[in-house]
């Protein structure tokens, strides 16, 4: 299948501090990522949709203007937490589809571990 | 928007032995169904998928069962083995567009 890289797979931040989460699709050209929250022991929680030239578009609850995400080219999506705090330590888990090989297929991350002392 | 359930929460099979795990949708709009396993501290992976023209597909220990006119599908594991215990979750999404998981099962292997 096809590879999504996610970077860095843990991070450690002071409160108040903002984290930058680099989702890339090596062997393959992505407009449209997704962004997910997971919560221990819980589900897939999709954070924002974010299309490659254009504004994400953000499920209802998830404050944009905390949870940055730049889709600057087709292999690369950036998600910036800013100014963050103890209540946004998660994981983080981006996917991406390969629209030349249909697009339906989803493939993940491997996430990103965030936690804010 | 759609609603995917998940069954069971939690199995725990003996090595050797089947595992099954059922999911039930609410779009009949969806038309891709898949299922990914998630080991610790790691992303999800795709193990198969089904798309709504098919009733079944099989990949080696591993088969996807859709009931179209029932809304449901379900993953079912041959053979099971120690390196099968992870967290299993279902998707549903129409075309491409975004996946609504269900809330995930933890499958134990007991050797």
């Known amino acids: 299948g096809a590879v999504v890289s996610q970077h860095p797979s843990w991070v450690i931040c002071k409160s108040g501090t903002s984290v930058k989460i680099e989702c890339r699709s090596l062997?393959?050209?992505?407009?449209?990522m997704f962004w997910y929250r997971q919560f221990p022991k819980q589900s897939l929680m999709l954070m924002a949709t974010?299309?490659?030239?254009?504004?994400?578009?953000?499920e209802q609850g998830v404050e944009k203007d905390k949870f940055l995400i730049n889709h600057a080219s087709l292999t690369l999506s950036t998600l910036t937490v800013t100014s963050a705090h103890p209540e946004d330590s998660s994981f983080y888990i981006c996917?991406?589809?390969?629209?030349?090989?249909?697009?339906?297929?989803?493939?993940f991350g491997q996430g990103t571990r965030l936690t804010v002392v | 928007g759609e609603n995917v359930e998940q069954h069971p929460s939690t199995l725990s099979v003996q090595e050797g032995d089947s595992a099954v795990i059922k999911c039930t949708y609410s779009?009949?709009?969806?038309?891709?169904f898949p299922w990914y396993k998630q080991e610790l501290g790691k992303g999800p992976q795709l193990i198969i998928d089904?798309?709504?023209?098919?009733g079944e597909k099989k990949d080696q220990r591993i088969a996807v069962t859709l009931n179209k006119t029932a809304k449901h599908f379900s993953l079912h594991i041959t053979e099971t083995q120690p390196e099968d215990s992870a967290v299993y979750f279902c998707?549903?999404?129409?075309?491409?567009?975004?996946?609504?998981f269900g809330t995930g099962t933890r499958l134990t292997i007991i050797p």
């Open positions: 996917s991406a589809r390969d629209f030349d090989r249909g697009g339906t297929e989803a493939f």
């Open positions: 062997d393959f050209q992505a407009t449209t």
């Open positions: 974010s299309n490659e030239g254009s504004k994400a578009t953000y």
């Open positions: 779009d009949s709009a969806s038309n891709y």
């Open positions: 089904i798309r709504s023209n098919v």
């Open positions: 998707a549903a999404s129409f075309g491409n567009e975004k996946l609504t």
